[in-house]
């Protein structure tokens, strides 16, 4: 079996090629700047060297039609025939209250998924077209929608009610999402796998550090709380987002400087964080080279960043009464040698001890806690395609 499994943003469109007997990626690639001026589609086939399209991609009709023909291409395709494409995959970020696990896409769906809009008013919209376009490009294709908060679902109402008057999550469905959710899932699976333990019984806590970043505790395979929210704002601090954050500071400076819901929101989203704290960047490489050149406001950025997933970390300890392991994953998580020291660092009260020379790893699965150390801690590199070609693959074979 075949799936392409397919992420839609508002400007721009990642894609897999997935054959299914081996879980091998046939292709890959990325439409970038989708409705805006020198769009072009990264298509890379196999071991075979990346191609660069340039091309006018005004909508995600295009978009898609153009990663069609990439797969179909004679010299960088990877098949010959549409029909070989046996189903597709969305990543859709908001499933809210309706969805707790992927779903083949139907009418029925479809009328869920628009009445969630309201909730992810950025990425639900895209992530809709991409699969109205594909009904359209591949009538009779199977569609399977496999959601960011799905995993999130379990939390009790206590993790995920807000301390607001009651009417509001009825009358809005305001409380806490979580997102993130198929990477937490992906990696607690997996560290389960390599420490050779049963998921349903142990307590695990994934941390995803990327641009976006957020913490999850899953107790018995179940997700019981997690650090993103009604929206993706809550919980750490992120690349361009404030995270936790006094709600009484958004009248004051909504007053102070004279701004609009919309100004704030902005503000919060997308000029705060390590970007905004350090004045240098959201990236968090630049931030780290900063920092080591002695810029202070660099180091108080990456303080903030460790010190909120250090807090995460011992209140999802509490939350599950107990902690097996920690995992770090996302492009932060994965990568930075410092940040993962500088998280673990005082957690030896915890049972959590890191082995520095094991931590000196990049972008690879690894154990990087002593032999000693109770609780183990490990960097799990996330594969969220894969997860969503997996679920796809299960549900359409039931079919
Ligand atoms: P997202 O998918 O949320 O956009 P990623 O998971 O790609 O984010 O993570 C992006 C972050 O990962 C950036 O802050 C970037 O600096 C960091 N990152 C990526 N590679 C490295 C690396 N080799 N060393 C340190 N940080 C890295």
Redesign the pocket.
Known sequence: MKVLVLNCGSSSLKYQLFNMEDETVLAKGLVQRIGIDNSYLEHKPGDKPKVKIEAEIPDHHKAIQMVIDALLHDEHGVIKDMSEINAVGHRVVHGGEAFADSVLINEEVMRALEANIELAPLHNPPNIAGIKVCEKLMPGVPQVGVFDTAFHQTMKPHAYLYGIPYEYYEKYGIRRYGFHGTSHRYVSKRVCELMGIPYEKAKIITCHL???ASVTAIDGGKSVDTSMGFTPLEGLLM?TRSGDLDPAIIPFLMNKENMTPADIDNLLNKKSGLLGVSGIS????DV?EAASNGNERAQRALEIFNYRVKKYIGAYAAAMGGLDAIVFT???GE??ISTRAGILEGLEFLGCKLDPERNNV?GKEALISTDDSKVKVYVIPTNEELVIARDTKEIVEKL
């Open positions: 990327g641009n976006g690349g959201n990236d968090s490489r780290e996302a492009g932060i990568n930075s990049r």
